[in-house]
């Protein structure tokens, strides 16, 4: 059961880890729809421009990766946002464009995805979640709850895929090195009074027993694990790759 002529839809592919991810299954042989909001022409997969925000954008991403490759195997949704504020504070259209992205997006994906995943014989469904499906950070309302949100999506489709060959995980990192990750520094450096150099020591590797960030290609190739013949036994878990954040 390798990868070769498989064919994956991957969200957030123009960016961070959703490029990396679209690069490594690329590489692994397989066809990779690459659906960002700002797609990237020269990344790796074939470009597919869609606000994923809307629900109607997901059925159509589907759609496009099974006209285009004749089938679906490895969905993987990745798209995501940040937003950094106090819960008293905290924008309510973060809040919805957050849940719409990082919870509905997924849900809507697997709903679209599902005939395909199940004539694949050996779907898989490889949500990229984060240490915040487990676990809770100041600050970060709508991230943490789409996130926990998202792990119970996965453990639901385990459970109903089960019968069908399909496995659904969710990939849960610590920080990776990312434009997302950098972008919340100056945010953090506000909402915590701390000058920015301080943030990435201080706030940001905190929780992190290894103070080290991880590489997007170190989940690539998670992801690329989970998806081939010896992540068969891999269903409904969240997969850590924390740093020791969670040993805690
Ligand atoms: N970077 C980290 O430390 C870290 C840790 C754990 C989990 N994650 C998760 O990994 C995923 C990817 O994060 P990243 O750090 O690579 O982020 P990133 O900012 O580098 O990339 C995110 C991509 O999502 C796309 N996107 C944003 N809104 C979209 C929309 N409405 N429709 C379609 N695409 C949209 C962006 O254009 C961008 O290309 C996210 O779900 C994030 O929560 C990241």
Known sequence: ???????????????????????????????????????????????????????????AAVAAARERFGRLDVVVPNAGVQHVAPIDEFPEERWQTIVSLMLTSPFMLAKHAWPALRDSGSGRFIAIVSVHGLVASPYKAAYVSAKHGLIGLVKTLALEGADAGIRATAVCPGYVRTPLVEAQISDQARAHGLPEDRVLEDVILAPHAVKELIEPSEVAEVVAFLAGPAGRAFTGVPVMMDQGWTAR
Not at 29 to 57: F, I, S
């Open 1 to 59: 059961m390798s990868l070769e002529g498989k064919a994956a839809l991957v969200t957030g592919a123009a960016s961070g880890i959703g490029r990396a991810v679209a690069a490594r299954l690329e590489e692994a042989g397989m066809n990779v729809l690459a659906v960002d909001l700002h797609p990237d022409r020269e990344g790796p997969g074939v470009a597919y421009e869609a606000d994923l925000t809307l629900a109607e954008a997901n059925a």
